[in-house]
Every structure is written in structure tokens, then in C-alpha cells.
């Protein structure tokens, strides 16, 4: 697999020094369908405690996927350091110094199959507060029948959610917002076809938002998504 370049999440970049343990929650999302040949991945983030990072997965079958947690720094190659075939996962992996970690789901059925995962960075703790930075970031393959989003916020300040995601392939993507309010509905708040996009969705009171991307081409390309709770330069 060819990953596109990675940056690091908001939350770590806002609060988290290397090698320091705090006891916020944070979580990266994903969720959505995945074909043969496809490898869906979320974050990364820095572990939150000194029990490490935590990755909760399922999918309904009838297949296994592959489940997988990968380390990363700016001074190292990501590397793969858990690894499982199953149709649910539940693993801690322990933190390593200054790295960074990362979760996929991958080798799926040729015909799709829906799955979800958490990555969280502790077994347990606070989840952030409604105020701060967050971002929900998911990256990986994508292929035509395919379709990844990634976890539910609400807007941190009064300009509301930003959608940025790009495609380093030939083919333009399909990338969507979706608002949910207290009851579960969803609705379509933004849809855009191409292979970049940078767009804020102006906040509701009472509603959260999460983005996904779809429609892939027939040979896969990259893709890089994130969905910010208040607008980045």
C-alpha cells in the first residue's frame, strides 16, 4: 500500500507534549465499506496514558478483515506493530517513546463488506470537552464501491466544521458532510466532486457533523480526509 502524506492531528499538535501523558480521550473514527485491495486507516495520535493506545473494531462478516496498528514519528518509517484477522478486535498496544499511532482495517471481500473502528489513546479516561480542537482524519485506498466516514463532532467555535481532503490520483472523489441532531438524523449538508476540497459548514445549535468520502474510481487511489471542529488555516 502507497499511503499519502501525514500530518499530525490537531489534538496532539494543541496539547499533548512528546513523551507526556495526559488524561484526555481522544479518538479517531472510522467507519463505512471496504472491497479487496482497500486499506481504510484512522489517525494518528499520541497514547494519552501509560497504557497505550486502544483499537476496538468490528465488522459484520461473514469475512474477517485484517486489523492493524501502525507507529509512526517525523523521524520514522510507520511500522506495523499489531496485527489481527477477525471479525472483532479489542487490543492494546502498549506506547513506545515519542510515537505516534495509527489504525487500518484492510483486506476485505471482493464484493465490499461494512466495518467500524476506534482507535482511542488510553483504555480509559475523559473524553475531550465540547470547546476544543478536534479533528477526525482518515486516509488510506479507495475504490469504486467504496465508501469511508469518519466520527461525529460538534463545531468548537462560531464558524463552524472544515472539511479538507484531497486525492493524489487522476480521479475526482466524492466528499460529503452530514449534520446529525439529538434524535439520529442525518442530512446532507455539503457534497462536492473533485480531487481537492477545503470547505466550512456554518455550526446549528444542537447539531454534530461528520464527514465522509465516496465514489472511488475503478483502480483505487489515495485519499486523505479530515474534518476539523473549527476552521484551520
Given at each position: 500500500?502507497?499511503?499519502?502524506?501525514?500530518?499530525?492531528?490537531?489534538?496532539?499538535?494543541?496539547?499533548?507534549?512528546?513523551?507526556?501523558?495526559?488524561?484526555?480521550?481522544?479518538?479517531?473514527?472510522?467507519?463505512?465499506?471496504?472491497?479487496?485491495?482497500?486499506?481504510?486507516?484512522?489517525?494518528?495520535?499520541?497514547?494519552?496514558?501509560?497504557?497505550?493506545?486502544?483499537?476496538?473494531?468490528?465488522?459484520?462478516?461473514?469475512?474477517?478483515?485484517?486489523?492493524?496498528?501502525?507507529?509512526?514519528?517525523?523521524?520514522?518509517?510507520?511500522?506495523?506493530?499489531?496485527?489481527?484477522?477477525?471479525?472483532?478486535?479489542?487490543?492494546?498496544?502498549?506506547?513506545?517513546?515519542?510515537?505516534?499511532?495509527?489504525?487500518?482495517?484492510?483486506?476485505?471481500?471482493?464484493?465490499?463488506?461494512?466495518?467500524?473502528?476506534?482507535?482511542?489513546?488510553?483504555?480509559t479516561g475523559t473524553p475531550l470537552p465540547d470547546d476544543a480542537i478536534k479533528q477526525q482524519r482518515e486516509f488510506g485506498s479507495i475504490a469504486r464501491g467504496?465508501?469511508?466516514?469518519?466520527?461525529?463532532?460538534?463545531?468548537?467555535?462560531?464558524?463552524?466544521?472544515?472539511?479538507?481532503?484531497?486525492?493524489?490520483?487522476?480521479?475526482?472523489?466524492?466528499?460529503?458532510?452530514?449534520?446529525?441532531?439529538?434524535?439520529?438524523?442525518?442530512v446532507l449538508e455539503s457534497q462536492t466532486r473533485a480531487t481537492f476540497v477545503d470547505e466550512t459548514i456554518p455550526p446549528v445549535d444542537g447539531l454534530e457533523?461528520?464527514?465522509?468520502?465516496?465514489?472511488?474510481?475503478?483502480?483505487?487511489?489515495?485519499?486523505?480526509?479530515?474534518?476539523?471542529?473549527?476552521?484551520?488555516?
Amino acid at each position: 500500500m502507497r499511503f499519502v502524506a501525514m500530518s499530525i492531528p490537531v489534538v496532539f499538535a494543541l496539547g499533548l507534549p512528546s513523551g507526556a501523558f495526559a488524561q484526555d480521550l481522544l479518538i479517531q473514527h472510522a467507519e463505512g465499506r471496504i472491497a479487496r485491495g482497500v486499506t481504510e486507516c484512522a489517525g494518528p495520535l499520541s497514547p494519552s496514558d501509560a497504557g497505550g493506545v486502544n483499537l476496538v473494531g468490528s465488522t459484520p462478516g461473514p469475512a474477517s478483515l485484517t486489523w492493524q496498528v501502525w507507529s509512526t514519528s517525523s523521524q520514522t518509517a510507520p511500522a506495523l506493530v499489531f496485527s489481527q484477522t477477525s471479525t472483532t478486535v479489542d487490543a492494546v498496544v502498549p506506547p513506545s517513546g515519542n510515537l505516534l499511532f495509527y489504525a487500518c482495517a484492510a483486506k476485505g471481500p471482493v464484493g465490499g463488506q461494512d466495518f467500524e473502528f476506534d482507535l482511542k489513546s488510553a483504555v480509559t479516561g475523559t473524553p475531550l470537552p465540547d470547546d476544543a480542537i478536534k479533528q477526525q482524519r482518515e486516509f488510506g485506498s479507495i475504490a469504486r464501491g467504496v465508501r469511508t466516514c469518519g466520527g461525529q463532532m460538534l463545531p468548537s467555535g462560531t464558524d463552524g466544521v472544515q472539511i479538507f481532503g484531497f486525492t493524489n490520483g487522476p480521479d475526482p472523489l466524492t466528499w460529503s458532510v452530514f449534520s446529525v441532531d439529538e434524535l439520529g438524523a442525518e442530512v446532507l449538508e455539503s457534497q462536492t466532486r473533485a480531487t481537492f476540497v477545503d470547505e466550512t459548514i456554518p455550526p446549528v445549535d444542537g447539531l454534530e457533523y461528520f464527514a465522509c468520502v465516496g465514489r472511488g474510481p475503478t483502480i483505487k487511489e489515495d485519499f486523505d480526509l479530515s474534518l476539523n471542529s473549527t476552521t484551520l488555516e
